[in-house]
């Protein structure tokens, strides 16, 4: 594997994170090509046992077996560190696989996390159902208030989990402030960065020691694979988090990784895009619907915090309807254009309801804590262009009578 001159870290480093975005990560074999290869081979060969023995040893640098390393995967994972502005990376099957990783490989029986009460609701799962199952104690927090991070951590607290923007509500957290925090008193942050991605906000310049990704959503970009990832310091990823992700497995295939890939080198300019469309999307809903939750509108509470913290507001947000579930999937079931679909980070515009797709499994009294009612849609707007996205929406609310 010949990776071309300048593919030296020290200079890959001072690119700009667009020529990152495309070039950066990139091996080639000996054929030269110029978009990545998919290596799909479970196993390395050897010249010698020699060199086997010495790989094994981590004497020799080199790959053993594609549960440990494979070059595609490689190539991704630097992309990603370079963007995220982190010393490692590591993917993963999906985003959950890369959550419950980044948990469990630094928590043990007596520990304490913190999570935001917002959230993904397979994350919910993990901290309320999973990690107390293993004897890990597990508070919830508003996450928009910092108090109440300092007021539930404790000597045991290991780790801050949060998301901003949360999904789906769109609650905002101070990163700057949390995790000073969480420095303050040694805990590890861990922040879900799905929503925004390292193309509008790297957690790790507000302080954040970790940042994990369901890479399914805008670095693919275009609804086709699962992934996941977590960055951090090289101490982290490979003291930490590999001893637990080798001997358990959630490897990301080597096609899955080539995807993402090409989704990476056009992030950027669809993240940029998808925010322009969802705030003309969501400046025409907020005059017809009784509340939108969008973190690009100045009526969104913490509009300047997440300003301050994006580069762009990002395709995604949240708005209300005032007759319940009956008339959230009425509005769903009149789209002409915009899928039903739980899915985000797609170059479709996709619309669900919340409380009976992606947080069903959450319990009912958490789910309405958390602001996830019967009556939130959730909302990706995609690359279309905006006013058809606008007029399906239009035609929709005037069925459902709003
Ligand atoms: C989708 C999502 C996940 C889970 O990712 P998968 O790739 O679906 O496993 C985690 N966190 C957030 C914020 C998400 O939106």
């Known amino acids: 594997m010949k990776r071309r001159t300048g593919q030296d870290q020290s200079i890959t480093r001072q690119w700009r994170p667009a020529t990152q975005a495309v070039r950066g990560g990139t091996a080639r074999s000996e054929f030269g090509e110029t978009s990545e290869a ?37 190539m991704l994972e630097s992309r990603i560190a370079l963007l995220e502005g982190a010393e490692a990376c590591r993917t993963m099957t999906t985003g959950m696989a890369a959550m419950t990783a980044v948990l469990l490989c630094q928590l043990q029986q007596g520990d304490h996390l913190v999570g935001g009460r917002a959230a993904f609701g397979s994350c919910r799962w993990l901290t309320d159902t999973l990690l107390p199952k293993f004897g890990i104690e597990t508070t919830v927090v508003d996450a928009r208030d910092p108090q109440q991070w300092i007021d539930a951590a404790r000597p045991n607290t290991k780790v801050f989990f949060f998301e901003t923007p949360a999904n789906p509500t769109m609650d905002v957290v101070d990163l700057k402030a949390v995790c000073a925090i969480a420095r303050d008193r040694g805990i590890t942050t861990v922040v879900d960065n799905a929503f925004a991605t390292p193309a509008l906000q790297r957690p790790m310049e507000w302080g954040a020691d970790v940042t994990a990704y369901s890479a399914t959503k805008m670095m693919d970009g275009q ?58 999307v969501g400046a025409f809903l907020e005059a017809r619907v009784p509340r939108i939750l969008h973190p690009g509108l100045a009526s969104h509470p913490q509009h300047t915090l997440a300003m301050a913290q994006m580069d762009a507001c990002g395709p995604i947000f949240a708005f209300e309807v005032d007759g319940g579930r009956k008339q959230a999937h009425g509005l769903l079931d009149a789209l002409a254009l915009v899928d039903i679909s739980n899915n985000i980070g797609d170059s479709r515009s996709l619309m669900t309801h919340p409380a009976s797709t992606t947080h069903y499994g959450v319990a009912e009294d958490k789910r309405i804590e958390m602001g996830v009612t019967e009556n939130l849609l959730r909302l990706n707007v995609g690359l279309e262009d905006p006013q058809d996205v606008i007029e399906d929406l239009d035609q929709a609310l005037t069925k459902v009578g709003l």
Do not use: H
Request: hydrophobic letters at 40%.
């Open 223 to 280: 609804g086709r694979v699962l992934a996941g990832a977590v960055c951090g310091t090289s101490q982290f990823i490979n003291d930490v988090l590999l001893p637990f992700t080798r001997n358990t497995g959630p490897t990301l295939s080597a096609f899955n990784a080539w995807v993402v890939l090409k989704g990476l080198e056009t992030l950027d300019l669809r993240i940029r895009r998808q925010s322009e469309n969802s705030m003309k």
């Open 38 to 74: 998919i290596f799909l081979t479970s196993g390395y060969s050897y010249d010698c046992a020699g060199d086997a023995a010495a790989r094994f040893a981590g004497e020799q640098v080199g790959m053993t077996y594609s549960r440990l390393q494979n070059p595609t995967v490689e």
